[in-house]
């Protein structure tokens, strides 16, 4: 019977915070708005990751075909927009005016490299590069790449080793979007937990609602486990309109398997707990969302939400490891893209123990009574 | 009298150098209206929370309905029913989903329909709770109180906070729950209210009661009795009235009469009703439980504040 009552508190509770969260256009616009902006603005930057091609401005001042080949050869990379600059034109003016990153110029006389010996001349080819420029790098290795080639032609020297590209999976090719993804789920199921939990909390405790609650026979743990529920359940909502966008807008390969799903249910728990944590610690619902967002802010970007935790300095790769999204990204990684089922159990693993860690702490600092 | 169903004795809560309850003992009977009356701060709303078991107690022993508040906490919280200070519902649900929310707590419940009619909300059913005035907000408060069809209702300041037309609403609804027979705490700084509702008065200040009884009989034993006043009452009516009671005085063109005893008003009558003697009219005015704060404590109260000499007495 008590069992039955406790039970029947709960779903009490959490049918009326369902009812209260449909009623608050605000709640509902960010549950689903938040993750679908997020998809739609990383999306549309990074989508074009692996087919990316970056712009050349050349100036032929040598106007032979063997230059016209070279150019040739450059565009035929695939990675390179090549745009032709009139001989004419002073380069270093051009290059102001426009905002140039890469220019490069061909020597006049660079057809006489080509030459057979003893009428050869050496020649050098000029590349200008704008150093801020992220893609600059890249340009520097396919010009330099297309001359090493050619010296090896004239040097009547073949190919021995080469090199074939394939993407790390074993089912398909993912792009940026893919990597994106589970990262979405992360750090949606972080950002909304914590900040409703944090609100809420403080919310009740200054209206006096709790004290009211504590009147009655509904205890706090039923009260936390309702909510804990409705979290879950607002968490899975975001999971289907990020998948939904994801499959529609980028289409996306990714699998929704048991231990993902696992890992969005723990991390649901585990961020609401994280969330009564920092209301414990917070005076009133006007600083609630900065508590929130102090901690969640820099865990989104320390995380590697948005970025590969590989491409972080060494010392910011150690504050990662000190995080809990750490091991929701990596889990949901290893398990919706890589199919790492050992690696994804063993952040399974993690996140389960660091929810119920959470999960104690915050039942245990929480309380509705008063000193 | 009537079973006792609150015993408190020796009650004591310190924070830190500060004690806000300073050993208290009072009993509350079966059926009545019980009120503590005393200014902010004066250690109501701490006691009645001990009492609901929402704070801890530093010394003393509580009883309700003779349960010991520390040990029975789970079987109190059933039989009790509590409109706290600055009660809040939930925003978006409606008065009538509130309701049903906070019974659905309680193994026992009373209808949701029953009590809007109670609390005379009937209109207001689906309306949110966000969108109620202070007034109406109170009396689903005092709904939800009564949700578990409790033995004692606490009702912590009702009306504090709301406009005369509102406050009295609010009355009407109590004096509803008196008729039912229900025992109620009462706590205010509104010394009328305490006057109008109440079977018992505590008045609280500083943490002590400094008396306790009927409003009657308060007001009899520190009451300044029954003060006539006459109207335009000319110096031949102030020369009769003098030597009637030890306390005649004229004040503007009026003359006023304390009257050490009730049994003296037909004899002042006789005395002013007599030719040659001249004034407009007579009114009588019987001390009220602000007298008798006034003269306990040398100060009054405005919104549950001290006054003393028309500044604000700070603490």
């Not at chain 1, 032929?60 to 032709?84: Q, W």
């Not at chain 1, 949606?188 to 937990?193: E, G, H, R, V």
């Not at chain 1, 802010?297 to 935790?309: D, E, K, N, R």
């Not at chain 2, 193994?107 to 966000?130: M, S």
Request: net charge negative; with cysteine.
């Amino acid at each position: 019977m008590t069992g039955r009552l406790m039970s029947s508190k709960v779903m009490i509770n959490l049918i009326a915070q369902i009812k209260m969260f449909f009623r608050s256009p605000g709640s509902v616009f960010w549950t689903v708005a938040f993750p679908v902006l997020l998809i739609l603005l990383f999306g549309a930057i990074f989508s074009g990751t692996g087919s990316t091609k970056y712009s050349l401005y050349v100036q032929d001042l040598d106007g032979s075909p063997i230059s016209e080949e070279f150019v040739d050869a450059l565009n035929s990379t695939g990675v390179l927009i090549i745009n032709k600059v009139d001989p004419g034109i002073d380069s270093d003016q051009y290059i102001k005016d426009n905002s140039i990153a890469s220019f490069l110029t061909i020597p006049q006389g660079f057809s006489s490299s080509f030459l057979p010996e003893p009428e050869r001349q050496n020649s050098t080819l000029l590349l200008r590069i704008d150093n801020s420029s992220s893609s600059s790098g890249t340009v520097a290795t396919i010009v330099n790449a297309a001359s090493q080639s050619i010296n090896l032609e004239l040097a009547g020297g073949s190919i021995v080793v080469s090199t074939a590209i394939l993407g790390i999976s074993n089912t398909a090719q993912y792009n940026f979007i893919d990597f994106f993804l589970p990262g979405v789920i992360g750090l949606t199921a972080m950002t909304s937990t914590v900040n409703w939990m944090v609100g809420l909390q403080t919310r009740y405790r200054q209206n006096g609602i709790f004290k009211k609650l504590a009147t009655t026979p509904i205890t706090q743990m039923d009260w936390l486990v309702s909510l804990i529920l409705w979290q879950i359940a607002t968490v899975f909502m975001s999971v289907v309109i990020i998948l939904a966008v994801g499959i529609l807008a980028f289409d996306v390969h990714l699998t929704l398997d048991p231990i993902s799903i696992g890992i969005i249910v723990l991390s649901s728990a585990l961020f609401s707990a994280m969330g009564l944590i920092i209301a414990r610690f917070v005076k009133d619902e006007e600083t609630a969302g900065a508590a929130a967002g102090a901690i969640t802010f820099p865990m989104m970007f320390l995380a590697g939400s948005f970025f590969p935790l590989e491409s972080m300095p060494p010392y910011l790769a150690a504050i990662a490891k000190a995080m809990p999204l750490t091991y929701v990204n990596n889990g949901l990684r290893d398990s919706m893209i890589y199919a790492n089922t050992a690696g994804a159990i063993n952040n399974l693993l993690i996140v389960a123990m660091l929810t119920v860690v959470f999960m104690v702490v915050g039942a245990a600092i929480s309380t509705w009574k008063q000193e | 009298m009537a079973e006792s169903v609150i015993t408190v004795q020796g009650l004591v809560k310190r924070y830190g150098d500060l004690t806000a309850v300073d050993h208290i003992d009072f009993e509350v009977y079966r059926g009545e209206v019980f009120s503590m009356l005393g200014p902010n701060g004066a250690g109501k709303t701490t006691t009645v929370e001990i009492m609901e078991c929402l704070r801890t107690k530093t010394e003393g022993d509580v009883t309700i309905l003779g349960m010991d508040i520390e040990r029975k906490v789970r079987d109190i919280k059933k039989r009790i029913g509590v409109l706290p200070q600055d009660f809040n519902a939930f925003d978006l649900l409606t008065v009538k989903e509130n309701i049903e929310y906070f019974g659905g707590m309680f193994k026992h419940q009373l209808p949701a329909d029953d009590l809007i009619e109670t609390v005379n909300l009937g209109e207001k059913r689906d309306v949110y709770f966000k969108n109620l005035s202070g007034g109406l907000k109170q009396r689903v408060g005092v709904a939800i109180s009564m949700v578990n069809d409790p033995d004692i209702i606490f009702l912590d300041e009702p009306t504090t906070g709301l406009d005369p037309v509102a406050r009295r609403e609010v009355w009407e609804v109590i004096k509803d729950l008196k008729s039912k027979g229900k025992t109620i705490i009462l706590t205010t700084h509104y010394m009328e209210e305490a006057e109008v509702l109440s079977d018992r008065v505590g008045i609280i200040d500083r943490g002590k009661f400094i008396t306790m009884g009927s409003p009657n009989d308060i007001i009899d034993r520190y009451g300044t009795g029954t003060t006539m006043i006459v109207r335009g009452g000319d110096d031949t009516a102030l020369q009769r009235l003098q030597g009637l009671s030890s306390k005649v005085e004229r004040k503007g063109n009026d003359i006023v009469v304390r009257l050490d005893s009730k049994d003296v008003l037909p004899e002042a009558i006789m005395r002013i009703h007599e030719e040659g003697v001249h004034y407009e009219e007579v009114q009588m005015r019987r001390s009220t439980l602000e007298d008798v704060f006034l003269t306990l404590t040398g100060k009054r109260l405005e919104n549950g504040e001290e006054v003393k000499k028309g500044k604000r007495v700070k603490k």
